[in-house]
DNA sequence: AACACGGCCAACCGCCTGAAT
DNA sequence: CATTCAGGCGGTTGGCCGTGT
C-alpha cells in the first residue's frame, strides 16, 4: 500500500533557517549528494523536514545561484517570457541560469509588474490596459472638453499602443545593441521612428479604427492656462533633432497630472513629436532635481509667480524670450491622465 | 525618538502529477 | 488497479527593514 510518509509532521522545526542549519545542509549534500529528501534531514542531523530541505537548497544555498539585483536583459527576457509562458515560473527560470522561480516569482510581483501596470501594460495579458481606455473616454468627453483643451491651438492625441510600440520598440533596440541609448545616430533613428508611427496613427485616427483621442494636458482654470506659453519653436536649434534621455524625472502632480521635466532640449522636441505638449519652460539650466516642480505648478495662479529653483545658485534665464543655454535649459511637459514612467519608455 | 506604513523576500501552504507499492 | 507519497509548482504569508511622519 503505497509509500509511508516522508516524516512525522510533529516535532519539526519551521521558519526562518539559522547558519548551523545550512551548514549542515551544505556539508551533507556536498558529500552526499541530494535526492532522496525524505531521508536527507535525519541522516544529516536536521530538525526539518524534506522539503524544507528541498527549497532551502534550490533557492538558497546551491552554489550556481546568482544572488544580486537583475540585470536589464534578465528582466526584458522575463518579460518575454512571460507573454509566452504566463505564470510558469519554473520554465522561465530554466531559461534564467542562476535563478530560481521562486526569485523570479518575487521579482514580478515586487517590480516588473507594478511597472507594467503604471506604464498602462495588463501584466496578465500584456495588452494596453482596457480600464485606462475607458477613463481616458470620460474624461475627453467630460471636463477636459469643456475647459481649455485647445490651449495650444492643438489637441494632442496620446495612443497607449503607441506607447507600447515605443517601449517594444526601445527592447528591441536594446536587444540588438546595448549601447544604443549612448550612440546619437541610433537615438535619432528611433526619435524618427517614433515621430513616423506617431504620424501614422494620427493618419488612422481619421478613420477613427484605431486612435482614441485622450487629453494630454491637466484643465487648468483659464487664468492659469493663459499663463501657460507655447514655446518658440523657432528658437529651436535645428540641430537638437533627435532624443536624448539624459536627466529626465518624472513628477507626478495632484491626483490625474504628471510632469516631465528634462535638462536637455533635444528631449522638448521629442515629446512635442510624440504628442506631449508643452506647459511651461522654467528656464534656468537647472537639473530636473533642482527643480520645485510643485510649487512651481501651484504658483502658475499667481500673475507675478516664477519657478521655484532649489539651486541658488542656478542661472536663471527665460526660454520664451530665447537667451539662456539651450541644452540646460528646463522643459517642463503636463500630461493628463497617463501614469507612463517616462524613464521606462525612454531610458 | 517613536511610530506607522509599505516594500521586499524567504519560507510556508496547498494542490497537482507521476512514481512506488 | 487503487492507494499513497515525493517532488514540483504557483500562490500566499509573515517578518524584517527602510522610509516617512
Known amino acids: 500500500m503505497g509509500r509511508s510518509p516522508c516524516c512525522e509532521k510533529n516535532g519539526l522545526k519551521k521558519g526562518p533557517w539559522t547558519a548551523e542549519e545550512d551548514q549542515k545542509l551544505i556539508d551533507y549534500i556536498q558529500k552526499n549528494g541530494y535526492g532522496n529528501w525524505r531521508t536527507l534531514p535525519k541522516n544529516a542531523g536536521l530538525q526539518r523536514c524534506g522539503k524544507s530541505c528541498r527549497l532551502r537548497w534550490t533557492n538558497y544555498l546551491r552554489p550556481d545561484i546568482k544572488r544580486g539585483r537583475f540585470s536589464f536583459e534578465e528582466e526584458e527576457t522575463i518579460i518575454q517570457l512571460h507573454s509566452v509562458l504566463g505564470n510558469k515560473w519554473s520554465a522561465i527560470a530554466a531559461r534564467l541560469p542562476g535563478r530560481t522561480d521562486n526569485e523570479i516569482k518575487n521579482y514580478w510581483n515586487t517590480h516588473i509588474r507594478k ?95 484605431l486612435i482614441q483621442e485622450i487629453p494630454s494636458c491637466v484643465p487648468f482654470s483659464s487664468d492659469q492656462s493663459t499663463q501657460l506659453m507655447e514655446p518658440n519653436v523657432d528658437q529651436i536649434p535645428s540641430s537638437f533633432s533627435h532624443f536624448n534621455p539624459q536627466n529626465c524625472q518624472l513628477n507626478e502632480w495632484e491626483n490625474n497630472g504628471m510632469v516631465l521635466a528634462s535638462s536637455n532640449l533635444d528631449n522638448f522636441i521629442a515629446m512635442e513629436n510624440y504628442g506631449f505638449q508643452s506647459v511651461v519652460d522654467p528656464a534656468s539650466n537647472l537639473t530636473p532635481n533642482d527643480f520645485d516642480f510643485t510649487s512651481h505648478l501651484s504658483n502658475l495662479s499667481t500673475p507675478s509667480s516664477s519657478p521655484t529653483p532649489l539651486n541658488s545658485n542656478s542661472n536663471s534665464t527665460n526660454y520664451i524670450n530665447g537667451s539662456s543655454t539651450e541644452d540646460e535649459r528646463e522643459i517642463s511637459y503636463c500630461s493628463n491622465l497617463f501614469k507612463y514612467e517616462y524613464q521606462e519608455i525612454f531610458m
Open 115 to 209: 511597472r507594467l501596470l503604471r506604464m498602462g501594460i495588463d501584466p496578465v495579458t500584456h495588452n494596453p490596459r482596457l480600464d485606462l481606455l475607458d477613463i481616458s473616454t470620460i474624461l475627453s468627453s467630460s471636463f477636459y472638453n469643456q475647459s481649455n483643451s485647445n490651449m495650444f491651438g492643438v489637441q494632442p492625441m496620446v495612443n497607449p499602443e503607441l506607447l507600447r510600440l515605443a517601449a517594444s520598440l526601445l527592447s528591441s533596440q536594446r536587444d540588438q545593441n546595448p549601447s544604443f541609448l549612448h550612440q546619437n545616430d541610433q537615438k535619432h533613428q528611433f526619435g524618427q521612428t517614433l515621430i513616423q508611427e506617431n504620424h501614422n496613427l494620427q493618419l488612422q485616427s481619421h478613420d477613427q479604427t
